[in-house]
């Protein structure tokens, strides 16, 4: 594959600050456990469901704000968008923005109302990134309840949510599927879509980018699905925590391929 891509300085500048927002609130959320949820975690149950975190109304808002207005800044065009869904009311957003926590996303506009106008990607988008923080600190305080040998799932063990990302261990090849919402990394087959599930060798294929033999993409014919892989053998100090700037190409790369990775179902 020769395709070398360049990635717009737009692009790059709205991650950073994407990025930025993140650690300004990373550690500092704060949240308390409901425990009243489900009691077997494993076996398919994300400790979500078990271990519910509540967190602060004030700090949930303010990531949703920023979140908002980062978008709003950096995407003109959708600043009417925007607009309309900072003037949904405050409780609903709220409780869109919880129901999506506990994994159980409501169908986004219905949500907050019935304007036709309200945008879903961008609701969407906004909201997940707000809940980034709020799950990759929740996930730290509840690892040590997570169970490796008692999960097989494509979805993540603590939050439920899907594999934003790969890693072959630099030893032995095993892959570990990465949390696209809390961080979490958990081992899953090597040669099996995580979207839907395929294990025939036949139609698994892999996307090579020769400028970056570390870089690699798993693709599927199957479903048409891909998820970015880092070799680490090929890449030892490739740095996980900020592999959503630095992979944006790979995303480019599976689209322009005809492939896309929004269709995992848990
Ligand atoms: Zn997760
Ligand atoms: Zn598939």
Redesign the pocket.
């Known amino acids: 594959m020769q395709n070398i891509i360049h990635l717009p300085r737009e692009l790059v500048d709205f991650y950073t600050e994407l990025t930025e927002i993140q650690k300004d609130f990373a550690g500092s959320c704060g949240f308390s456990i409901d425990e009243s949820g489900e009691k077997d975690a494993g076996n398919g149950i994300p400790l979500i469901q078990v271990y519910k975190p509540v967190f602060r109304r004030e700090t949930v808002m303010a990531l949703f704000k920023q979140n908002a207005l980062l978008v709003s800044d950096h995407q003109p065009g959708f600043k009417k968008e925007v607009e309309t869904i900072l003037q949904s009311s405050p409780d609903l957003i709220f409780q869109f923005i919880e129901t999506v926590i506990s994994g159980n996303p409501p169908e986004s506009k219905a949500a907050l109302s019935d304007d036709a106008h309200i945008n879903d990607d961008i609701l969407n988008f906004i909201v997940r990134n707000a809940v980034k923080p709020l799950?990759k600190e929740y996930?730290l305080h509840v690892a040590g309840k997570f169970k490796p040998d008692k999960w097989s799932e494509s979805c993540?063990p603590?939050?439920g949510?899907r594999p934003g990302i790969a890693r072959l261990e630099r030893e032995n090849g095993q892959r570990y599927l990465r949390?696209s919402?809390?961080d979490?990394e958990w081992l899953y087959k090597r040669m099996s879509c995580c979207s839907c599930g395929n294990e025939d060798h036949e139609s698994l294929g892999i996307l090579i980018v020769e400028e970056s033999p570390g870089c690699k993409i798993d693709v599927c014919e199957r479903c048409r699905c891909y998820i970015k892989v880092i070799d680490q053998k090929e890449m030892p100090g490739f740095d996980m925590e900020t592999y959503e700037l630095n992979t944006v190409f790979l995303d480019i790369l599976a689209r322009q391929h005809g492939y896309g990775n929004e269709s995992l179902v848990c």
């Open positions: 799950l996930a993540c603590v939050c949510g949390c919402m809390c979490t």
